[in-house]
């Protein structure tokens, strides 16, 4: 068939034109009509004209294609057709059909007459007319679903493209493709980006509608355990037996009605966001009470919260946020401890925008409280300025140590001199301040010395140090009293240890000279040998290793006190390597941690907290014959090299056994004596016992031995019970000596004998340890009815079975009542009694192991270890069958509770292995990048979220992003400012990323924050070596002279004239400068 479909408007026939409809017509809308049938006519002229329609047909059509294809080219320049010729023709075609009464009404007589019609009207003027043809039209337009999209266009483009025909004026076409076109009203917008001025301010502006509920309707509906419950069916309503009619209001009524809802409307009405809303509160508070340091506090951390800690000059911003509102705070806070911290915050805000005199008039103002936390605080900010060097922060030292009061606060200052004086590169300098303040301390005066007068004391110090006498800590040494009473003897050749002078040439050395001298100076500095004596050979060649007592003098002072002389003792044990977990705490307060944790700073430590390269595993899944496979997750140990605790949470022997037979928490392993000078360590293990019964010292030392080799550790375990045959703690850490050496039996002897002895009748309190230990020794072995019968004997409850255990729960329930409070520790042993007891002979858990954990002191932290060890045990050790959700769940809470203690880190990672959600262990690492200085981490928390990022195999480079701003933010606090323990992580972070340039750049930040701190300049030297040009390194070697940082080699000896290509340094000017330096320097040496 052929047939022309004419869409336009203005349509010639109705017949032949018919326009598109939107929905398919029916039959039924067509009524009949008496065109519809043929008219009467003659026989032969119907006949002879069929005969000659095939005919005249196969000509009309190819008419018709010539006239199509002429028609396509015309433009658009097309005028309306005439309307009165068209209703003409149409009239006179109708008159014709109503005389045809014989027409046979056929399908070629009714393509013949289209094509007629259709040729007639052609041929009038037809340049007024403005259409567009489809030549094929579609049989499927009156059945439902056409029009078939493939054959008939379903819009025309006009304009070039911009305009479709039909559509109003405002719409134009952006965008075509096979599927549709895009229109859009004025053409394309650019919508705008989350970062853009427009988005952030339409995100900040407060809501426009909101729904508030009025004070009526708030309690209509009562919530039931936190959910309002629905009704499964809509509620009937009971049918009433009788109208009611209700009083009618009075117009008071309604008017005291209307003017309540429109003080309801004007109260719900004014609504703020959030932001304003706790402002508003805050501010409540505070006109309440304007000495509230916390609410202070609070109203601080809001006002930063808009204020992102890595947005652009955050800084700045921040520092100009905090000193506005603390402004207002300082004048009406009260004296004292409180406000320190306001105080603070307020000085390290000013450092940002105030002009140095005036920041040094701040602090003067400040130092006027005589709090030692400013005063320390003040010494920091010197050290961290680096204005004067190494004299002016000695000078500063001096006068914090003489507004010091107490021997706790001497103490502090002496701790923290001492690190400063070994970040600069005066080790000996440092280990003889604690020699000579050992020795005037008095572990072993003779009555005579302990009455002589300080000076006097410090004379005779004097000259004992002159003497080059063994000292302190040294093999031979038996303090200066001793040495006193003999008469001041002259030292014999024999007994003065002789230190030989340390080589230059280390393992492996680098071809790189600069390298080399790098690693010689940090190597040197590890040892942390003693000062050397003036006959030895290497005296003569480092000034600095023999040190004079005119150096130390300014801050020896007396200690008289045996809480004053234990807590130096373990300041002692910290510096030299054994870090001692909570000491920073026990001294004082928990933010001396940014220079006290020294040791993470170390090499071995880096090599521990930093994954290894072999680590690192794809986490692309395989395929397996044709189906993707995940790859199995691999994890480092839950319990890492980081161990941190409040002191005394856990003994210094209580390391717990697990499924391998090794104890995973300890205070000391293996690893944590490398490096360290052992026999030195033993003398000053020796040296400072306060007498025989000093067992808290004997323990300690004993964990050192078993650290290096538990059989000797048990041989000096014998030498202390012989000394102290009736001491129970001797015993209890003996009996745990054998235990780790795998002993059992040996152990349960040591506590069958003295849990008999009548030394332990006469205090039965004391022995619940001991029996504790033997009651777990017992269970972790396997032996569920041994633990029994000894926590059954330990109650003094005879006999095994159901009436015994409920007599042994009651006994120990009442013992364990007895016990006061300052006595903790003890209670605690007899509370894990009764819940062991509990857990062998009930069949559910007791409630020691899930009563509520609560935040507080070393005794609540206590608690909290004990519970979740021994449900640990109970579920991961021995796997009993009990539901890991309720370990996992008390973990979550004790981690929230406790951040910095990782043994509840260890088992709470130790749960965490194969699970599939890996937030729960990314929330303890998700650092607050707002800032908020009330929740702040400390240097341990910011350590191990380096290392969390490697717990995981595989992860490390996928975490790097993340533990950068969580340390580029954490510098930037208050709480560990200026600590060189970050920069040094923060520069390892980016050295193992592979981007030296930036962590070169973070090296200049560092040496900005820490200018006194020798090891981060050597990193230029060391790691940082092929982004650093000879000239750079020559201008910091210098910057360290005269800033007075110790140098045991010149450079200029190590190094000398040698100079290497660098291949990796920038060529063009750098390269022309360097040249024409050496070049000008040598003809400056000329002749020599």
């Excluded at 259409?131 to 266009?153: A, M």
């Excluded at 054998?738 to 506590?751: T, V, W």
């Excluded at 002895?757 to 230990?773: I, K, Q």
Aim: glycine share 6%; proline share 5%; aromatic share 8%.
């Amino acid at each position: 068939m052929h047939s022309e479909w004419q869409l336009g408007p203005a349509i010639a026939d109705a017949s032949v034109a018919r326009p598109l409809m939107p929905n398919p017509p029916s039959f039924s809308s067509f009524p009949p009509s008496f065109g519809s049938f043929p008219d009467v006519e003659d026989s032969s002229a119907r006949d002879k004209e069929a005969s000659s329609a095939p005919s005249q047909r196969k000509g009309l059509k190819e008419k018709d294609e010539v006239s199509d294809r002429k028609k396509r080219k015309r433009d658009k320049r097309e005028k309306r057709a005439n309307q009165s010729q068209t209703s003409s023709h149409e009239r006179g075609r109708r008159g014709q059909n109503l005389k045809a009464d014989n027409y046979v009404l056929d399908d070629e007589r009714m393509k013949a007459e289209e094509e007629s019609l259709s040729r007639m009207a052609k041929q009038e003027d037809v340049s007024q007319l403005a259409f567009f043809s489809d030549r094929k039209g579609d049989p499927l337009s009156v059945q439902y679903g056409g029009i078939y999209s493939k054959e008939v266009p379903k819009y025309h483009l006009v304009g070039w493209g911009r305009k479709i025909l039909g559509l109003r004026q405002g719409w134009v076409a952006l965008h075509r493709n096979n599927h549709g076109v895009e229109v859009a009203v004025g053409g394309p917008r650019k919508l705008h980006g989350i970062h853009n001025v427009n988005s952030r301010r339409i995100l900040e502006s407060p809501p426009k509608h909101r729904l508030v509920a009025s004070a009526s309707s708030r309690h209509k509906y009562q919530e039931v355990d936190g959910f309002i419950p629905l009704p499964s069916r809509r509620p009937h309503s009971a049918q009433e037996d009788y109208r009611s009619i209700g009083p009618s209001k009075d117009d008071n009524s309604e008017s005291d009605s209307s003017s309540a809802s429109d003080s309801g409307d004007d109260q719900d009405g004014t609504v703020l966001p959030s932001y304003h809303e706790k402002m508003r509160s805050l501010e409540e508070l505070l006109s309440r009470d304007l000495s509230s340091v916390s609410t202070w506090l609070s109203l601080l951390s809001h006002s930063l919260s808009q204020v992102p800690a890595t947005s652009k000059n955050a800084t700045k911003v921040r520092s100009e946020i905090t000193l506005s509102v603390l402004d207002r705070a300082m004048p009406n806070l009260p004296k004292g401890s409180p406000s320190t911290r306001i105080q603070l915050l307020y000085l390290h805000a000013g450092e940002e925008v105030w002009t140095s005199d005036k920041l040094s008039q701040e602090w003067e103002k400040a130092l006027t409280t005589r709090d030692i936390n400013i005063y320390l605080a003040w010494l920091d900010w010197r050290i961290r300025s680096g204005s004067d060097g190494q004299d002016g922060a000695l000078e500063a030292a001096i006068r914090v140590l003489a507004s010091a009061t107490s021997e706790l606060e001497k103490l502090r200052v002496f701790w923290r001199w001492s690190y400063a004086l070994r970040q600069a590169g005066f080790t000996e300098r440092s280990m003889a301040l604690f020699q000579a303040q050992a020795d005037l301390a008095g572990f072993h005066y003779p009555p005579s010395t302990s009455r002589l007068p300080l000076e006097e004391q410090i004379n005779n110090l004097e000259e004992f140090w002159d003497s080059e006498a063994p000292r302190f800590g040294e093999a031979g040494s038996t303090g200066w009293a001793d040495w006193y009473l003999a008469g001041k003897p002259e030292p014999t050749l024999d007994a003065v240890p002789s230190e030989n002078p340390i080589s230059g040439v280390i393992s492996a050395p680098p071809s790189d000279l600069y390298q080399r001298w790098a690693q010689q100076e940090m190597q040197v500095d590890e040892l942390l040998r003693p000062s050397l004596r003036s006959t030895d050979p290497g005296a003569e060649l480092d000034p600095y290793a023999t040190v004079l007592f005119s150096d130390i003098k300014p801050f020896l002072f007396a200690l008289t006190s045996n809480r004053s002389k234990t807590l130096f003792r373990l300041m002692w044990l910290s510096y030299l390597g054994l870090h001692v977990p909570g000491l920073e705490t026990m001294a004082g307060t928990s933010e001396d941690d940014r220079w006290i944790q020294l040791r993470l700073a170390s090499k071995l430590y880096m090599e521990a907290i930093f994954p290894h390269l072999t680590d690192e595993q794809s986490s692309a899944p395989e395929s397996f014959a044709g189906v993707l496979v995940g790859k199995e997750k691999h994890y480092a140990k839950s319990f890492g090299p980081i161990k941190n605790w409040t002191y005394r949470c856990i003994g210094p022997l209580e390391a717990s056994e697990f499924r391998n037979g090794t104890a995973r928490w300890s205070m000391w392993t293996k690893e944590d004596v490398v490096g360290i000078d052992v026999e030195f360590v033993r003398a000053v293990f020796d040296q400072c016992r306060l007498g025989d019964d000093d067992s808290e010292w004997d323990i300690l030392a004993l964990a050192f031995e078993a650290a290096i080799d538990v059989k000797g550790a048990v041989k000096k375990s014998r030498i202390f019970l012989a000394s102290a045959p009736e001491s129970l703690p001797h015993w209890a850490a003996h009996a745990r000596l054998e235990r780790l050496r795998g002993r059992l039996d040996e152990a349960r002897k040591i506590y069958q004998t003295v849990l008999s002895s009548p030394a332990s009748t006469r205090s039965r309190l004391s022995t619940g340890t001991l029996w504790w230990d033997w009651a777990e020794m017992e269970w972790l072995a396997g032996g569920s009815e041994a633990a029994t019968r000894v926590v059954l004997r330990a109650a003094d409850v005879e006999g095994f079975g159901g009436l015994a255990t409920l007599r042994g729960k009651r006994a120990i329930e009442a013992t364990a009542h007895e016990i006061p409070e300052t006595l903790w520790k003890v209670r605690e042993a007899w509370l894990r009694l009764g819940a062991l007891l509990e857990l062998l002979t009930g069949n559910s858990l007791p409630s020691f192991l899930t009563a509520h954990l609560e935040a507080g002191a070393v005794a609540q932290e206590s608690m909290a270890v004990a519970s979740l060890g021994m449900l640990y045990h109970h579920i991961v050790t021995l796997r009993n069958p009990t539901r890991p959700t309720i370990l996992r769940e008390r973990l979550e809470r004790a981690v929230e509770l406790f951040p910095e203690n990782t043994i509840i880190l260890g088992m709470f990672l130790e749960m965490q292995q194969g699970q599939r959600l890996w937030g729960g262990v990314r929330k303890l690492a998700d650092v607050n990048i707002s800032g908020d200085p009330t929740r702040t981490k400390g240097v341990v928390g910011l350590a191990t979220e380096v290392w969390l990022g490697g717990w995981e195999k595989g992860q490390w480079l996928w975490e790097v992003e993340r533990i950068r701003n969580s340390l580029i933010v954490a510098l930037e606090s208050e709480r560990v400012l200026g600590s060189p323990v970050l920069w040094r992580l923060l520069l390892e972070v980016e050295i193992r990323a592979g981007d030296l340039e930036r962590a070169k750049n973070v090296l200049f930040r560092a040496i900005g924050a820490c200018p006194l701190v020798k090891d981060i300049y050597m990193q230029a030297f060391d790691r940082l070596r092929p982004v650093f040009s000879t000239h750079e390194l020559k201008s910091l070697w210098e910057t360290m002279v005269e800033r007075g940082i110790r140098i045991r080699t010149g450079l200029e000896e190590e190094v000398g004239g040698w100079n290497e290509v660098d291949d990796n340094l920038e060529e063009g000017e750098d390269a022309l400068d360097e040249v024409e330096y050496n070049s000008r320097e040598l003809a400056r040496l000329k002749p020599y």
